[in-house]
């Protein structure tokens, strides 16, 4: 089993910052892929950021590219998610994923365990 809490959420205005953070604990040895994703109200979840583990690629949503950055902390077994530029449809809870499978994206296919999420909220 694996554990993961997000931490980092919160309100902002159109173009603030937040950086999100995710602590992993259990039996994290085996990860593979490690990303985030969102859920707004009444839409699908959907995917933010992936990052493998070994060899550090990196996968974004298109929505995301250029404002968004995914990075982990191996010695502490953490992954952040910097997010810049925020505009009100950022809004969501934004959860983190944990993956063994071999395969690393954005489509929750490729993980294993969710954490609670944490709420983002940009206001206009």
């Known amino acids: 089993q694996v554990q993961l809490v997000e931490s980092g959420g919160g309100s902002v205005q159109t173009g603030g910052s937040l950086r999100l953070s995710c602590a992993a604990s259990?039996?994290?040895?085996?990860?593979?892929?490690m990303g985030w994703f969102r859920q707004a109200p009444g839409e699908e979840r959907e995917g933010v950021a992936a990052?493998?583990?070994?060899?550090?690629?990196?996968y974004y949503a298109a929505f995301v590219r250029g404002r968004f950055t995914i990075s982990r902390d191996s010695a502490k077994n953490t992954l952040y998610l910097q997010m810049n530029g925020l505009k009100p449809e950022d809004s969501a809870m934004y959860y983190c994923?944990?993956?063994?499978?071999?395969?690393?994206?954005?489509?929750?296919?490729?993980?294993?365990?969710w954490g609670q999420g944490t709420q983002v909220t940009v206001s206009s």
């Open positions: 994923a944990w993956g063994r499978k071999r395969s690393c994206s954005t489509n929750d296919r490729a993980f294993d365990f």
């Open positions: 259990g039996d994290t040895f085996s990860a593979y892929c």
């Open positions: 990052i493998s583990v070994g060899g550090g690629s990196k």
